[in-house]
C-alpha cells in the first residue's frame, strides 16, 4: 500500500465550479499536511498547511484533515482558469521539519 | 515576499561529469532540503540539512550526492559523477526557526538537470 495516494486526474471543470482534491494516506504518524499548487516548470507553491484534524479556510481555498478516516481534502470554490495547475498533497511525521511525502498530484483544468 | 532562488534554471551535463546546484534559501531560515521530481513521477525527498550537517537522507542519497552550505547564504547539491537516471528537477526547500506548528517548507522553481 502507497503511503499516500492521490488521483492524478486530469480533472476539467467549468469557471465557477466548486472543485474537489482528495487525497489519502496509511500512515497514521503524519501530523503536518499541506497542498501545494504546481505550474508546469515551477515548483510546488504553497497553498494549505494544517496540523491535525480540521477544517481551514483561506479565500477561495478550505483544507480538511480527517484523520480518523487518513483522508484530506481541498476546496476551490469559484475556481478560475488561473487555478489550472497540478495540485499535490504533501505531509509530515514529526514535524513540519521533517522530509516531505508527497502525493502524486491531481492535474486541474478550468475551462472559461 | 521572500522567495528560494535556484540556479542555474536549466543544467546540461555529460554523463560521468559532476555537476554542483545552487540554491539561496528564505534568508532567515535555518532548516535546508533537496527533493527531486523525475519527469511524469511524484517529488521525492533526497536529503534535510541543519545545522551543518545532513539531518536526514533517502536512499537515493548515495555516495555520489553531498550538500553543502559554503557561507551564510547557499546550499548546493554536488552529484559527483552522473548517471542518465539522474535526469530529473531539482528542488531546493527551506523552512524557518521557530515552533514547528507554523513553519512549512517553501520551494524554489528548481533546476532541470538533463544528463546526456
Known amino acids: 500500500q502507497k503511503e499516500v495516494e492521490q488521483d492524478p486526474g486530469p480533472l476539467s471543470v467549468p469557471e465557477g465550479a466548486i472543485v474537489s482534491l482528495n487525497c489519502t494516506y496509511s500512515?497514521?504518524?503524519?501530523?503536518?499536511f499541506m497542498w501545494y499548487r504546481q505550474y508546469s516548470r515551477k515548483g510546488p507553491e504553497l497553498l494549505m498547511y494544517?496540523?491535525?484534524?480540521g477544517n481551514k479556510e483561506d479565500g477561495r481555498f478550505t483544507a480538511q484533515v480527517d484523520k480518523s478516516s487518513k483522508y484530506i481534502s481541498l476546496f476551490i470554490r469559484d475556481s478560475q482558469p488561473s487555478d489550472s495547475a497540478t495540485y499535490l498533497c504533501?505531509?509530515?511525521?514529526?514535524?513540519?521539519?521533517?522530509?516531505?511525502?508527497f502525493g502524486s498530484g491531481t492535474r486541474l483544468s478550468i475551462r472559461p | 515576499e521572500p522567495e528560494v532562488t535556484q540556479t542555474p534554471s536549466h543544467q546540461v551535463t555529460q554523463m560521468g561529469q559532476e555537476v554542483i546546484l545552487h540554491c539561496v534559501p528564505i534568508?532567515?531560515?535555518?532548516?535546508f532540503y533537496w527533493y527531486r521530481q523525475i519527469l511524469g513521477q511524484k517529488v521525492e525527498f533526497l536529503v534535510s540539512?541543519?545545522?551543518?550537517?545532513?539531518?536526514?537522507k533517502s536512499e537515493i542519497f548515495d555516495d555520489q550526492f553531498s550538500v553543502e552550505r559554503p557561507d551564510g547564504s547557499n546550499f548546493t547539491l554536488k552529484i559527483r559523477s552522473t548517471k542518465l537516471e539522474d535526469s530529473a528537477m531539482y528542488f531546493c526547500?527551506?523552512?524557518?526557526?521557530?515552533?514547528?506548528?507554523?513553519?512549512?517548507?517553501?520551494f524554489g522553481d528548481g533546476t532541470r538537470l538533463s544528463i546526456l
Open positions: 540539512f541543519y545545522n551543518n550537517e545532513i539531518s536526514e
Open positions: 534568508s532567515n531560515h535555518l532548516y
Open positions: 494544517t496540523y491535525s484534524s
Open positions: 504533501a505531509m509530515t511525521r514529526y514535524s513540519s521539519a521533517s522530509k516531505i511525502i
Open positions: 500512515n497514521s504518524a503524519f501530523q503536518y
Open positions: 526547500a527551506s523552512r524557518g526557526p521557530g515552533a514547528s506548528g507554523n513553519q512549512p517548507q517553501h
